[in-house]
Structure formats: C-alpha cells, structure tokens
C-alpha cells in the first residue's frame, strides 16, 4: 500500500492569503507529481519533480510553486489565493525507473 | 495535441456482469497505459499496467491493449457495486516524463 500523506485535508482560505499544501512520501519514491482536478473533471499536471533540486511545471498553466529540497517532501505554495484557485489538488509519486504513480488522499482547497 | 478518449457515461450493469470499459488515444508512439480507479470524493488508485499488445490479468481484471488500432480496455468480471466508481485510462507518450489522464467512464454496478 502506498505511504503518501498530503496535509490539510481540507482548507478554506480567504482571498489573497499564502498557502502550503504539503506532500510526503515514505517509500523513497525520487518522482513525484501535482495535479489540479475539480469535481469530475480531469486530472491536470501542474508540476513535477525527479529528485531532489529537480522541478518541471506541467501543462497547466499555474500560479503555485514548488520545491524539492528532500526526497519525501514536495511541497506546493500559492503567494497569493484567489476563488480560481478552489479545487482538489492530489499529490503522487512513483519509482524512478516506473511511471506507476501512486496519488495521496488530497488536498480539498476553498478559496472565498 | 496527443489525446486520450474515455466515453463519460454513466455505463451501467448489473451485479455479476462483465464491464467493459474502453479507452482510446491519438498517437501510436505511446509505451505504457494506466487504469486508475477513483471513488467520489477520493483519489484515485492504481489498477493495473500494460505495456504490450494483448491481455494482462489480475484477479477480476483484465487489461487489453491493441497498439495496432490504439486502443486499451479494461475488463471487470462478476461486477460488485462496490466497483461502482469512475475509471480512468493514462498514457505514457514516447519518452514523455508525465501521464496524459483520459477524462474517466463512470461505472455504476447495480444490484
């Protein structure tokens, strides 16, 4: 069973406003992945990483930043919260030589 | 633009029968394909992979992969209703570092 935890769970935030949503992993997983989905919609790729000091953006154009100063942590910042921003952001990650990607419980922002 | 189709649904069937679910994608220089299975409200969860031409199984489920007409299906035998959830497909292009995500089928298994 895959051990990635994504913290909160649940955030409601006013507008303007800096957030972190936090992702970790156990199983020493060097990729590691962001994606925005909004209910029943798709998954879109904001960022990813492969390994420590390794960040791509995705194909979603995103106001959020990341970093990867660890292997089991990759966190996702937004400066500045705003409504276009309320959605379900799910953290995942895989092996290295794998793209089997294992997803966290998500985080369920609301931005009012 | 490379793409990956799934038909939204909602497919329906009854307890016991076999789902099918089907996946296509747009490019032929694809090497691997992914079902995840997401509950409502949850995040989705790794079925299988299938990285060559024909069927792979795993219990219940049975993958099938077609390059030639760039297809890949998912089989779901004796459906529970516990099954009932949305289905999603993903596709590795070429040697892309991402997955492309199908919008998902959902399925509901009714008893």
Redesign the interface.
């Known amino acids: 069973e895959a051990d990635i935890y994504q913290t909160p769970r649940y955030l409601v935030i006013g507008t303007g406003k800096k957030i972190t949503l936090e992702c970790s992993q156990t199983m020493g997983h060097d990729k590691m992945y962001w994606y925005q989905q909004d209910p029943g919609m798709e998954l879109h790729l904001i960022h990813y990483s492969y390994g420590v000091n390794s960040t791509e953006k995705g194909d979603l154009s995103s106001e959020s930043t990341v970093s990867r100063i660890r292997t089991e942590h990759f966190p996702l910042t937004l400066e500045s919260a705003r409504p276009s921003h309320t959605s379900q952001y799910l953290c995942a990650s895989a092996l290295r030589q794998s793209y089997e990607q294992y997803f966290g419980p998500g985080t369920r922002l609301t931005v009012t | 633009q490379k793409e990956v189709e799934q038909n939204s649904g909602p497919l329906s069937v009854p307890e016991g029968a076999i789902a099918s679910l089907n996946c296509t994608y747009s490019d032929r220089v694809s090497q691997?394909f992914?079902w995840y299975r997401q509950y409502s409200g949850?995040?989705?969860?790794?079925i299988m992979?299938i990285y060559s031409n024909g069927d792979k199984e795993d219990g219940r489920f049975t993958a099938q992969l077609n390059k030639a007409s760039q297809y890949v299906s998912l089989l779901i035998r004796d459906s529970q209703p516990s099954d009932s959830a949305t289905y999603?497909c993903a596709v590795?292009w070429g040697s892309a570092?991402?997955?492309t995500?199908?919008?998902?089928t959902q399925l509901t298994v009714l008893p």
């Open positions: 691997s992914f949850k995040s989705p969860e790794l992979s999603l590795r570092r991402q997955l995500f199908g919008s998902g």
